[in-house]
């Protein structure tokens, strides 16, 4: 993609309003423009970020047993809510359509389940899980935080439906191990967290939290690091809390990435998601539900591999929006070698992975840039490195020749 | 995929509220499920459909020259609205949410326009456009079509900004190339058509009308059947109409899949997207905007390639589902044997458009579903076609060593 075809910019002053690290630098960078508070239009940049996770995300769920992608309304009757008591406790959140009994999906337990009992009534087609990427809507009091807390943003849920507990058990540690895989893929160290399961379900959730001094959930590590509790369920006079931190206590900052829940039939008694057992009776099937916030990790990752006095990101591989950033400096280059350069890296797997700075800047603007955009590959081309037959890779000099070699 | 393990199943007995072909269709074959009027469920054979429509559309509009795939907010501001004089306009088909002065996004000119104006202010940087691939919701009054009217829909909508009329004609012309790709691609014939640009604009609006009973709009014919008015832009009377016609008044019903409208500074002169020119005074940047109905699209080829009678649909092989259906009859075939068969066909390039009939059904149902799935290639294993070493293709036996030459 040449740079000057690139719909937006990257911009140097940015609104006061904005004080989060990460929609400071995605601002500054040209990934997101704010509408309004917790509600920002994807950019070109943060756009291919998105769709680059949403293709990790459902790398790993495709490999889940009996798990289908779908799209469901956002648009949402007040009606199921009711049935299932939460009504009430959403209200704050939840944004209502005026005039309609109709509020916006700020999740999707009741109509996933609801769906659920449209399709299935006999233990013979069971279990089965069903996910979606959509936009979801929560009135949220507090947006000050960027791509961490939208009123508007997007996110992967997954609900499962099982027959028995021993299933339900398994198919959730496989999605904890399917999580596992998608944080590390998209570069974060997402620690494990026992959480609070709330009121409804004698289980605890469990969150996938990466620490970051901005974070808004405090967690107490272990002292290995890999495992953590929330604070919410921490009593430091507990026994299993004490065995756990080994008398070591680490409580950091951190960002929750994504959860698991498992609720058994408080969907599914209330929405008569029933199926038939072996023996004839009908019971209710238990649930599960999954969430990953997608514009949510955008936003980590830039908490994460930002650095806010320098102006720059330096993105994980698996989702800068650009794999390469190809700068060119000085305007007597030949195009016949430019294009010669840049056919050769078209070349590559990675063709449409190249950022191509073509515009009439100085090379002190076009780094700038490029720091901000953060890119993790830089070449940089000029009559410098021309005279020696060679590019500037990440600042080191390779021959055109090896160019290949060094990027495969 | 096997089919055991797909979410939803097709549906015989379906609400007589449903009405129309698309709905009728989808409904039966599991495609989709209706939450309520206009609101639907894209279970996964749906969902498979708008990504590959996606998919195609997004390669045709990214040879576009200086076009960027970005995602605005669903949320807008009525005040942007207020500015451009459409809020009255508009307020009957918005859905406004509660308590807010914002709306859910029925269309974008104005937050396209308004996030142009936040980058964009030197002809330098000239000409640019933006698309995007989103949900869109409208208040429609009758939602009775299935997929051919939603209140909730996907859509595809891309805005252009130039600076000259030779340019935005040019552009306009391109993106009119682009969508007969699109239509042609998808399996649609469709037809240029010249409508009223409504009564901001001294152009005329053009749309893509296909042919099919169950269109809402009507249309007139040329001889070759290629182009088209649509009638509200009629008088039968006009000389310019007559020599279209040449005579031969050919009035069809039609449904309209797509549509291209040229505004100029209708948006871009309240909302103040503006750009100096060579001499340094700010003009206003002329603008036009494009649309595709992704979920209309799928009603429209349902419609198409539908046939309620037989309760079959017959697929185009770019936009099913899976391409193939390999359906297998009997359970005294060796597990072995299927392996081998579908580990051959597995190989093919098609890998994950097979879908695999596993299911423990008679024939009779397997084929009644496999008919309301429609997958353009259906493979037909069973104790018959073995000992022969075969099986079936589309009605005709094919030797097992043969199978791969024929699907490539």
């Excluded at 990257?10 to 690290?21: L, P, Q």
């Excluded at 039939?265 to 072996?278: E, H, R």
Aim: charged letters at 25%.
């Amino acid at each position: 993609m040449k740079q000057s075809q690139l719909f937006g910019s990257t911009r140097r002053d940015i609104s006061k309003e904005e004080v989060s690290k990460n929609a400071i630098l995605l601002t500054r960078g040209g990934y997101i423009d704010k509408e309004m508070a917790g509600v920002y239009t994807l950019l070109p940049l943060a756009f291919r970020m998105a769709e680059k996770i949403k293709n990790i995300i459902r790398e790993e769920l495709n490999k889940l047993p009996h798990t289908s992608e779908v799209l469901m309304p956002v648009m949402q009757p007040h009606q199921l809510w009711e049935a299932t008591g939460r009504r009430e406790i959403i209200k704050d959140v939840m944004y209502d359509i005026k005039d309609e009994s109709v509020g916006l999906g700020p999740t999707h337990e009741e109509v996933a389940t609801e769906l659920f009992s449209h399709f299935y009534n006999s233990y013979k087609q069971m279990p089965v899980a069903i996910y979606q990427m959509q936009t979801k809507f929560r009135n949220e009091p507090r947006a000050k935080s960027g791509l961490l807390r939208g009123r508007e943003f997007m996110m992967k849920d997954l609900y499962s439906f099982h027959l028995t507990d021993e299933d339900i058990a398994d198919y959730y540690l496989q999605v904890k191990d399917a999580y596992m895989r998608i944080f590390a893929r998209v570069g974060l160290n997402a620690i494990y967290t026992d959480a609070s399961g709330g009121v409804f379900t004698k289980y605890r959730s469990h969150e996938f939290q990466v620490l970051a001094e901005s974070g808004e959930d405090e967690i107490y590590l272990n002292q290995l690091g890999d495992r953590a509790w929330n604070k919410e369920l921490v009593n430091e006079n507990d026994p299993e809390f004490l065995q756990f931190c080994e008398g070591v206590i680490d409580k950091r900052s951190a960002i929750e990435v994504g959860n698991i829940f498992r609720f058994d039939n408080k969907y599914s008694a209330p929405l008569n998601a029933a199926v038939t057992n072996k023996s004839g009776e009908r019971i209710d099937v238990l649930g599960a539900s999954y969430g990953i916030g997608i514009t949510r990790l955008i936003g980590t990752i830039a908490e994460v591999y930002g650095d806010i006095e320098k102006s720059k990101i330096n993105w994980p591989k698996s989702v800068a929006p650009y794999k390469i950033h190809l700068i060119e400096l000085g305007q007597d280059l030949g195009q016949d070698m430019y294009n010669e350069i840049v056919g050769a890296i078209h070349e590559l797997p990675a063709a449409s992975d190249i950022l191509y700075d073509d515009r009439d800047e100085s090379a002190g603007t076009k780094f700038a840039d490029a720091d901000l955009i953060g890119a993790p590959m830089r070449i940089i081309i000029s009559s410098r490195t021309l005279e020696r037959e060679s590019v500037e890779l990440n600042g080191g000099l390779v021959k055109l020749t090896d160019l290949k070699n060094k990027l495969t």
